[in-house]
């Protein structure tokens, strides 16, 4: 079964702390994105990569920055966390083209 | 205005009944059309996904584009409560090449048995 993980459930941090959220999949994926989900804005997209070292803004990447060393493994990084930060954060991977996205089962960030 | 809209409702329905979910949108580029599903606590899930106009069944799932009216919708039938969840709809433009989807912000379901 395909399969995206994230590294934690929930996660706790203090303002102005670096955090790291990872994101593995087994599917062998080109494509690699972060979302984060709020109620009333939906799903926004922060980063996405469509190959290893490569990567792209989305809609809303300030305050964020990822890195993908590796095909199946892409962090997305906070380099100062904010309150505003506190979130739902999805990962998610696609093969090229207009294939359907693979979600992960998210990462709640509390930014305190 | 937003590029897709969506009521975020929510919607109570019996178990039973025909759910109906819609989303409108406004940029005529878009071709392709998906719906997700999301239970509580976990990713979204591709439920259904359709390209330019026309219906798309799958079991007790039909998905409508609309493209002169810019109108998607989703309907689920005989539904149940295990089809409680939040229903999100998705599109794209036919050749956007970075894989960018716009996302409705999502229409929460509960079917009450």
């Known amino acids: ?17 670096k955090v790291f959220l990872e994101c593995v999949q087994d599917m062998d994926h080109e494509n690699m994105f972060w979302y984060r989900q709020d109620p ?4 926004r997209l922060i980063y996405f990569s469509y190959d290893v070292k490569m990567k792209e803004k ?3 990447p300030e305050g964020y920055s990822v890195s993908r060393e590796k095909k199946e493994r892409f962090s ?10 506190t979130s739902m954060y999805l ?3 696609s ?18 | 205005q937003k590029e897709v809209e969506q009521d975020p409702g929510p919607l109570s329905v019996p178990e039973g009944a025909i759910v109906s979910l819609n989303c409108t949108y ?28 026309g219906n798309k069944e799958d079991g007790r799932f039909t998905a409508q584009v609309d493209k002169s009216s810019k109108y998607i919708s989703l309907f689920i039938r005989d539904s149940q409560p295990s089809d409680s969840a939040t229903y999100l709809c998705a599109m794209s433009p036919f050749d956007y090449g970075n894989n960018r989807l716009a996302f409705g912000k999502g229409n929460q379901v509960v079917v009450i048995p």
């Open chain 1, 40 to 43: 009333g804005l939906g799903l």
């Open chain 1, 95 to 112: 093969t090229g083209g207009f294939e359907k996205l693979f979600f992960g089962s998210g990462t709640q960030l509390s930014v305190l």
């Open chain 1, 91 to 93: 990962c998610a991977s």
């Open chain 2, 26 to 53: 406004s940029n005529s580029a878009f071709q392709y059309f998906m719906w997700y599903r999301q239970y509580s606590r976990k990713g979204p899930e591709l439920l259904m996904y359709t390209y330019s106009s």
């Open chain 1, 76 to 85: 997305l990084i906070l380099e100062s966390a904010s309150t505003n930060q």
């Open chain 1, 1 to 17: 079964d395909v399969k995206v993980t994230q590294s934690s459930r929930y996660l706790v941090k203090r303002t102005g702390e």
């Open chain 1, 58 to 60: 989305g809609d809303i």
